[in-house]
């Protein structure tokens, strides 16, 4: 595997200011684009609820009046949360590119709890749109208890696992998946979910283990943030940040009129994962991360990615479609210096390299030895051959965000990518060449033209993304530049995200542990 340097571009970008290493203060913006490489269009992202969408030389060509987690859609419609709090939200609003408000749906199911992510689909056996959404869904001790939970580990009082929730444009939930419905624990013979005699959860690669070492059941317990549809397969896939992805069966287990029988398959076998990567300890098929012995080195074990966010599907058309593309943010995995990488991952790979079609159990598919550069001071990984390309820096200080953020591969077979806490959008060549990069000026005290050194969420964005100058949202708009952001901002034509006071704790349903302060009152 090729890991490419992050670096800073030269030539036709003259001097590009330093950004993409370690600083103390930067110009905020855009900081260049090598015209020649970069992939021409317009790059949206939505942070202090409001979605910008910028041209190539940076400057505003349209806003709305949302800014979460921005989907744009292709009649230039954006799909957001209604309330600025990924972690935790009642609903969602679409707003046309006037900003009128012309979808609306809230979530009033008692114990359910919308979070993080969305995608809007069509639902090949409905001929309509529907629009799939994450929640956390309240268990309670006793549900726990008959599961199969230990009770030595309880009480379970306030536990949570996520689900998947299907809504139709009335609002009606026309499918549900539940992790639940899929726990397997090696425990309790009496109780339904046992593996049985002689077997462990290793058996069941396609369940969960309720009994995970050090993580009972609590509070947003697998703390699932991003999924995508795959419109060719029907397969749903969702990842937790604890890190694994999981791929599910939508189209084979949706039965179009009848929710309740779809819920029957949802909940059976037919439910079951098809493939999951990230940590094969999970269901005892590889090795955890550790503190060796001599407790001053670490393995980060058969785990490939920590903290991890945005998974996706590799669109069709584009380089590597079909291929699973994750943002591994680089968190909990026993590395000297914490690093984050953007994984492409062929989930079909068996252990000859061989595109078999089917998805392949990445215990099955096999690992090779990563060494990392002396200065680096991190020791050797075992990387799962179904990793096909990666995305990190030379220098280990230059590319970490430890929550949030996105990735995306182009057309020209370059991959934009966000850095969340940091606020830093670029985009890199297939061996790593930065050609276009753009640092967010929005920060709790509004637009700035500088930054100093700050804490980590001064600037964040959740995520990022490049459309083609000729998509379908963008036909017959008008896309003139209209300044920058900040340029805007001193003339008082954007609404600023205010600052809460010091020690104003974040607002009620901000759940995410991982994230304190940041632009946002609390986000992923």
């Known amino acids: 595997m090729k890991l490419p340097n992050l670096l800073l571009l030269c030539g036709c970008l003259l001097a590009l200011p330093a950004s993409a290493y370690e600083r103390f203060g930067g110009p905020t913006e855009f900081l260049g684009c090598n015209k020649e490489k970069a992939f021409n269009g317009y790059t949206l992202f939505g942070v202090g609820s409001r979605t910008y969408l910028l041209d190539m030389d940076g400057r505003v060509v349209h806003t709305w009046p949302v800014g979460t987690n921005p989907h744009l859609l292709d009649n230039g419609n954006v799909l957001d949360a209604s309330k600025d709090d990924p972690s935790g939200f009642q ?10 408000t012309v979808w609306e749906y809230t979530e009033k199911r008692e114990g359910y709890a919308p979070h993080h992510d969305w995608v809007r689909i069509f639902n090949k056996k409905l001929n309509a749109p529907t629009t799939l959404y994450i929640a956390n869904k309240s268990i309670t001790h006793e549900q726990a208890i008959a599961a199969g939970a230990d009770p030595k ?75 995508d549809y795959n419109a060719e397969s029907g397969h749903v896939v969702i990842n937790s940040v604890q890190g694994e992805l999981y791929v599910i069966d939508h189209d084979g287990t949706f039965v179009a009129g009848d929710p309740k029988a779809s819920l029957a398959k949802t909940a059976g076998p037919a439910g079951d994962f098809l493939y999951r990567f990230g940590d094969p300890a999970r269901y005892a098929q590889g090795d ?30 584009l380089p590597g479609a079909g ?3 994750v943002f591994n943010n680089g968190q909990y995995l026993y590395q000297r210096t914490p690093q984050s990488s953007v994984l492409e991952i062929n989930p079909f790979l068996d252990a000859n390299g061989r595109d078999t079609g089917k998805y392949v159990n990445p215990p099955d598919a096999g690992y090779r030895r990563e060494n990392y550069d002396k200065d680096t001071h991190n020791s050797p990984r075992q990387i799962s051959k179904q990793v096909v390309w990666s995305f990190r820096s030379v220098n280990s ?38 050609v276009w990069e753009y640092i967010n000026p929005i920060t709790r005290d509004g637009a700035v033209k500088t930054l100093g050194d700050v804490l980590p969420m001064a600037n964040s964005a959740f995520r990022a993304y490049r459309y083609a100058a000729d998509h379908p949202a963008f036909k017959g708009r008008d896309l003139t530049p209209k300044g920058t952001i900040t340029e805007r901002a001193a003339q008082g034509l954007d609404p600023q995200p205010k600052r809460r006071p010091p020690g104003d704790p974040p607002p009620a349903g901000g759940n995410d542990p991982e994230r304190r302060g940041g632009n946002r009152k609390a986000r992923p």
């Open 153 to 227: 580990k309880g009480p379970y009082e306030g536990g949570q696992m996520d689900t998947v929730v299907e809504v139709d444009m009335q609002g009606n939930v026309v499918w549900e998946w539940r992790f639940f419905d899929h726990v397997v624990q090696d425990l309790d013979a009496a109780k339904p979910n046992y593996a049985g005699q002689g077997k462990t959860v290793a058996d069941f690669p396609g369940r969960i283990n309720l009994n995970l070492p050090g993580r009972p059941l609590k509070r947003d317990w697998l703390h699932c943030n991003s999924m």
């Open 91 to 100: 609903g969602f609003k679409e707003v046309d590119w006037d900003g009128k």
């Open 323 to 325: 291929h699973l593309m």
């Open 288 to 317: 955890p991360p550790r503190v060796l012995e001599n407790w001053d080195n670490a393995t980060s074990g058969h785990k490939q990615m920590g903290g991890a966010h945005d998974v996706h599907w590799i669109r069709p058309g």
């Open 397 to 434: 200080h230059s590319f970490f965000s430890h929550i949030g953020s996105s990735a995306q591969r182009l057309p020209n077979g370059n991959t934009f990518v966000c850095s969340d806490t940091e606020g830093h959008f670029f985009e890199v060549t297939t061996d790593g060449k930065v």
